[in-house]
């Protein structure tokens, strides 16, 4: 297996843009975790879906950020309109059961918002 | 709210020395803690995963041993080679099924 897959690598914008960060997790895997990683906060859990459906969001920071899942291969999270705030390293991570199992985490997007 | 801290958050030590990194976390209820390894610009691997029930676990010249009551984690690495520096992350699950990330241990192992 490839493992889990984020797109793209890096992204470079203008503050107002619309940002959106793609991710396929390891197939077989039920859950799907977005995170986001400063030097100031950490790794921050903002959303995580289980068998596609969103259990919990309360991370995600406000209603600039949406997620989706439409199927078991592909997520994705949007930023509308992006601040410069919102530059982070974002990852993405998929397990075969919540976190009762071993996370696998994708390389991250790098995000600058400018 | 569960709090996981880790400490020192940087640690530089000469090839071939045993070290300990530790974790604390706050909230004793939980389900499993997990220990995650990261290069720079790459993601987080994980190396060890301690369920509730268990004291520890280990892989190659890993050991992480958990004592759930006191709320603390250690890592053991033995032998330390130049390729073990990494950030060094623990993270805990609980009833809200969602890993709580520590901020992480910076190691950096001299040849």
């Known amino acids: 297996d490839a493992g889990v897959i984020q797109s793209p690598r890096h992204e470079v914008t203008e503050m107002g843009q619309e940002v959106t960060l793609r991710c396929k997790p390891i197939?077989?895997?039920?859950?799907l975790f977005w995170y986001r990683q400063t030097m100031m906060r950490g790794l921050e859990l903002l959303i995580y879906?289980?068998?596609?459906?969103?259990?919990?969001d309360s991370g995600m920071p406000e209603d600039r950020f949406s997620a989706k899942m439409p199927n078991a291969s592909f997520s994705t999270l949007k930023i509308q309109p992006s601040e410069p705030r919102d530059s982070a390293v974002y990852f993405c991570?998929?397990?075969?059961?919540?976190?009762?199992?071993?996370?696998?985490f994708g390389s991250g997007t790098q995000l600058s918002v400018l | 709210k569960q709090e996981v801290t880790q400490i020192p958050a940087a640690l530089s030590v000469p090839e071939g020395e045993n070290l300990v990194l530790n974790c604390s976390f706050t909230?004793?209820?939980?389900?499993?803690l997990q220990w995650f390894r990261q290069d720079p610009g790459k993601g987080l691997t994980s190396l060890l995963l301690?369920?509730?029930?268990?004291r520890e676990q280990t892989s190659g010249r890993l050991n992480a041993s958990l004592d759930k009551s006191s709320g603390r984690s250690t890592l053991y690495i033995a032998a330390s080679q130049p390729g073990d520096s990494a950030t060094y992350l623990c993270?805990?699950?609980?009833?809200?099924?969602?890993?709580?990330f520590g901020t992480g241990t910076l190691l950096a192992v001299q040849p």
């Open positions: 991570a998929s397990s075969p059961q919540g976190a009762l199992e071993k996370l696998f």
């Open positions: 197939s077989g895997h039920n859950s």
């Open positions: 879906f289980n068998n596609n459906v969103p259990i919990d």
């Open positions: 909230d004793s209820a939980i389900y499993n």
């Open positions: 301690i369920q509730s029930s268990q």
């Open positions: 993270a805990v699950s609980g009833a809200t099924n969602k890993l709580i």
